[in-house]
């Protein structure tokens, strides 16, 4: 194994300090490992999401090729939103409702005859 020295910034010394401290490692040496490996797993895991990316992108670029897709439609787009919101907005009305008639009907019960 290789030693090398390095030179840390306060805050990055103190945060090796704190995971000794906190038992999860034995020494220096096994924070900046565990540093690097999660760096380069990290790395690795940007590289795979790039690729994926690249591949949808050339799956699609395809499909408009082949006139497989049709052009988005901003105004339908915006209706079915707006509808959506204006369902959900009726539905919480309609939940605010029921609490409201069961909290009357509550109280009705609860008046002296």
Same mark, same amino acid.
């Given at each position: 194994? #290789?030693?090398?020295?390095?030179s840390?910034?306060?805050?990055?010394d103190?945060?090796?300090?704190?995971? #000794?401290?906190?038992?999860?490692?034995?020494?220096?040496?096994?924070?900046?490992?565990?540093?690097?490996?999660?760096?380069?797993?990290?790395?690795?895991?940007?590289?795979?999401?790039?690729?994926?990316?690249?591949?949808? @992108?050339?799956?699609? #670029?395809?499909?408009?090729?082949?006139?497989?897709?049709?052009?988005?439609?901003?105004?339908?787009?915006?209706?079915?939103?707006?509808?959506? #919101?204006?369902?959900?907005? @009726?539905?919480?009305?309609?939940?605010?409702?029921?609490?409201q008639?069961?909290?009357?009907r509550q109280?009705?019960?609860?008046?002296?005859?």
């Amino acid at each position: 194994m #290789l030693t090398r020295n390095i030179s840390l910034p306060v805050e990055l010394d103190n945060a090796v300090q704190g995971y #000794l401290e906190s038992g999860l490692y034995g020494n220096y040496s096994e924070v900046i490992r565990s540093a690097i490996r999660i760096m380069l797993e990290v790395r690795e895991q940007k590289h795979v999401r790039l690729e994926m990316i690249r591949q949808d @992108l050339q799956k699609s #670029l395809a499909q408009v090729r082949r006139g497989e897709v049709t052009p988005l439609n901003l105004a339908e787009i915006k209706k079915e939103v707006d509808d959506e #919101l204006a369902a959900e907005e @009726l539905r919480r009305e309609n939940e605010r409702n029921d609490r409201q008639w069961k909290a009357g009907r509550q109280n009705y019960r609860h008046m002296p005859k």
